[in-house]
């Protein structure tokens, strides 16, 4: 009968020995699937702020364009903006260029 009950007794004790180990497997998985997971999803978060502001950026950017398109538009304004950007002149007219300071 003694033998029998510790027979039983350690049993008992590899059962539990088992089932703690099984649990501890498990739960490492379990976190170490969590945590990647978060660190991918912390990834992510950082790209999106990166492509927000290289959206916002983008946006200023074709703004800026849109102006410039509507401003070609203007045969005055070509003629201005040639005559400064390229050195072109009237009849009659001298160009002196005079040096900026930066």
């Known amino acids: ?12 004790k590899m059962r539990f020995l088992i089932f703690g180990l099984s649990s501890i497997a498990v739960i490492i998985t379990v976190a170490l699937t969590v945590g990647k997971y978060w660190v991918e999803i912390f990834d992510k978060y950082k790209e999106k702020q990166a492509l927000e502001k290289e959206l ?3 946006q200023e950017k074709e703004k800026e364009l ?21 050195f072109y002149s ?3 007219e001298f160009i002196i260029k ?5």
């Not at 009968?1 to 008992?12: E, G, L």
């Not at 410039?68 to 005559?83: G, H, N, T």
């Open 1 to 12: 009968m003694a033998n029998r009950k510790k027979q039983s007794n350690h049993k008992t």
């Open 66 to 86: 849109e102006l410039d398109a509507k401003k070609l538009q203007d045969s005055e304004y070509i003629a201005r903006y040639a005559r400064e950007k390229y």
């Open 98 to 102: 005079i040096p900026e300071d930066d």
């Open 90 to 92: 009237k009849e009659g």
């Open 56 to 58: 916002v950026s983008l």
